[in-house]
């Protein structure tokens, strides 16, 4: 819309009032004439004006009352003067009171022309200014919250790299208030050994288009003790994002270089998720690893042994080859013991999961470890009322077994150690570290009266291949096994130790409500037994030792090299076949399906599922199919003759 002025004339003398309005109504202006103080503020009540020309001597309210009327209500009005007093008070007077400009009587008609047009455009550009100013302000607002509010650190640096100005969330990311920084150089908050990266990224002469972003740099966060000394602190990554501010108006070939200013972003959270993440990868990558070595190597071994098994077994005591027969064999049970440890680290080999009370295993462990180290005084004090726990027992007897040596080893010259069991909720469990799962848990303490352990050694034990011990003594692997079986069972494990006083070890496993199935009984002697076997393996060794230790068991053995042969035999000869012997990972048709396929052709088939290694929770899946039992290659002919005796015994 075009911008009409509005125009009001006030002198009491009317011809004055006509010779003005004759003057300008040529112009493009709206006028209103007054003669009197009175009419003209009852003029300004009603309507906006642009401007008034005013005259200075009334009867009844002078030009000056009218101009302060006018600065009293605020109004947007110009005033030019016209008058007829050429003195120079009054002139100022009237200035003084904010008149734009005065005309003395009489005047030249393009004098006075010039005069209103000049105040009108005045008062345009004024008007425009201050639209453009309002703009402006509410920019300036705007981007003020958006910066004072975002997550992010943004800031700008002078041309030395001194902030001039940092926002709000320095002051919850880096713990610095913002007058702690102002004025400082950025170095000041930069990781000692990211200053030379930093120092091509924070301050670089960077253009808008080459800005430095993406880069990570570890910021100083100042500790709560001195906030005046960042060296006691610890440290942020955060990624940078800066860019070169240039004079833009400076017409130089080179431009003036004013400073940078950038974002800080915060992403410790993504980096230890990013850890998180390799870490999850590598253990992942060490299952598929450990589980390839555990299967090929149990089935090898499971050669060896059973050989091994079976010319003891024709073999007197007394022979020169007997003691070095069972050397091999004990060997072979240390092989089979490490890819246990690799597995369990893994967080794998968690095979044949049962409800059963802690206590036992405990009680029998401890027992048998008792035997072989004299010098070591055991002491149980196992909780009564016991919670049941789900475990894979003999990951369990490994975890128990792992940390007894090490006690052991950790009292050379004879101690105690005591073992404790007791019923917790998740309240109990120490180290608030973890997010622990809310529920009843069964505690297991195992402490010793050894060496202890510094800070600096307790931080790594769970490391795999950490060790203390001399070569060959240890491989680091015990408790990075224990570590990762526990975790597999959904528990946690605690620590605590002390230089020259002792160690306790807390494992927390989940209370289950499970009963407890009744189990067979260990003995070290080869149980006879009758009735036929089928012996179902894709490797010919097994097949071949399996076949002559059942023999000598006194069964009767079929064969069959896959699953589909499996389950052909099976369909034959069902009438005679009392258990089957079943390898899970076979390459046509594997244990689990074989197993289905045979229970679709008598239910009441029973099977023992025998593996050197079961992909993730398999063998639990199918002994919860109702399997009747499992047993871990490599075995020996005892372990073998005991599961058949027990399961055949069953009914
Ligand atoms: N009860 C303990 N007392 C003192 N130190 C211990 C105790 N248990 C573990 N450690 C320390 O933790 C380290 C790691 O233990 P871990 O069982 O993982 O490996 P290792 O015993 O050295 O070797 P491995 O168990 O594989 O034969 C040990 O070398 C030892 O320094
Ligand atoms: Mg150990």
Request: aromatic share 8%; hydrophobic share 35%.
């Amino acid at each position: 819309m075009p911008f009409i002025p509005k125009v009001l004339i006030v002198d009491d003398d009317l011809r004055m009032c006509d010779s003005l309005t004759a003057l300008l109504s040529d112009q493009d202006y709206v006028l209103r004439t007054c003669s009197s103080g009175k009419s003209a503020i009852d003029y300004l009540n009603k309507d906006v004006f642009d401007l008034i020309l005013l005259d200075m001597v009334m009867p009844d309210i002078s030009g000056f009352q009218i101009m302060d009327y006018i600065n009293n209500e605020r109004l947007n009005t110009l005033v030019i003067v016209i008058t007829g007093d050429v003195s120079t008070e009054s002139a100022i007077g009237c200035l003084r009171r904010g008149a734009y400009d005065y005309i003395r009587k009489p005047f030249e008609p393009e004098e006075l022309l010039l005069t209103v047009k000049n105040s009108l455009d005045h008062k345009r550009l004024k008007g425009e200014n201050e639209v453009i100013n309002n703009k402006l302000a509410l920019s300036e607002n705007r981007y003020g919250f958006l910066v004072q509010n975002s997550p992010d650190i943004i800031y700008t640096l002078d041309s030395q790299g001194n902030f001039t100005f940092i926002s709000n969330a320095v002051e919850r990311l880096l713990n610095f208030t913002i007058e702690q920084l102002v004025g400082k150089h950025y170095s000041f908050i930069i990781h000692e050994e990211d200053l030379e990266k930093a120092k091509w990224a924070f301050a670089e002469r960077r253009t808008g288009d080459r800005a430095a972003s993406g880069i990570e740099l570890r910021l100083k966060v100042c500790g709560d003790r001195d906030p005046f000394n960042p060296t006691e602190t610890t440290h942020l990554t955060i990624e940078l994002k800066s860019n070169g501010i240039y004079d833009k108006s400076d017409t130089k070939e080179e431009k003036k270089f004013l400073g940078t200013h950038g974002v800080v972003r915060d992403i410790n959270d993504r980096k230890q998720l990013e850890a998180q993440l390799h870490h999850a990868q590598r253990m992942e990558a060490l299952g598929t690893l450990a589980g390839g070595i555990a299967h090929d190597f149990n089935n090898l071994m499971m050669g060896i042994l059973g050989n091994v098994s079976l010319m003891l077994f024709d073999t007197e005591p007394s022979h020169p080859h007997y003691n070095k027969m069972k050397t091999i064999e004990r060997m072979i049970q240390s092989c089979s013991k490490l890819t246990s440890q690799l597995l369990g680290y893994a967080r794998k080999g968690k095979y044949e999961v049962k409800p059963l009370i802690l206590n036992q295993i405990v009680t029998e462990s401890s027992e048998t470890f008792g035997r072989a180290r004299k010098e070591i005084a055991i002491h149980r004090n196992l909780a009564e009322d016991l919670f049941a726990v789900e475990v894979d027992e003999s990951q369990i007897q490994q975890v128990l077994m792992n940390l007894y040596v090490n006690a052991a080893d950790a009292m050379p010259g004879g101690g105690r150690l005591i073992l404790k069991t007791k019923n917790v909720t998740h309240r109990e469990i120490k180290d608030k570290s973890y997010q622990i799962e809310p529920g009843n848990y069964v505690l297991l303490k195992v402490t010793d009266n050894g060496t202890g352990m510094d800070e600096k050694t307790m931080e790594r034990i769970f490391d795999p291949f950490f060790t203390t011990k001399e070569r060959g003594r240890g491989t680091g692997l015990g408790l990075a096994s224990v570590y990762g079986i526990i975790k597999g069972h959904g528990g946690y494990i605690n620590v605590e130790s002390g230089k020259g006083i002792g160690t306790s070890f807390y494992i927390y496993m989940p209370a289950s409500d499970k009963t407890i199935p009744k189990s067979f009984e260990v003995s070290g002697q080869i149980l006879k037994g009758k009735g036929t076997i089928l012996l179902v393996d894709d490797e010919e060794v097994i097949l071949d030792v399996g076949s002559q230790m059942l023999k000598i068991f006194g069964y009767t053995v079929l064969e069959a090299k896959s699953g589909k042969e499996a389950i052909d035999v099976y369909r034959k000869k069902k009438d005679q076949i009392d258990l089957v012997i079943l390898d899970m990972i076979m390459p046509d048709i594997g244990g689990g399906e074989t197993y289905d396929r045979i229970k679709d052709i008598d239910p009441k088939a029973k099977v023992l599922l025998s593996s050197g290694y079961s992909v993730d929770g398999q063998a639990t899946e199918i002994l919860e199919r109702g399997c009747n039992g499992f047993i871990q290659k490599p075995f020996n002919m005892e372990n073998l003759s005991r599961k058949l005796n027990w399961i055949l015994g069953e009914d």
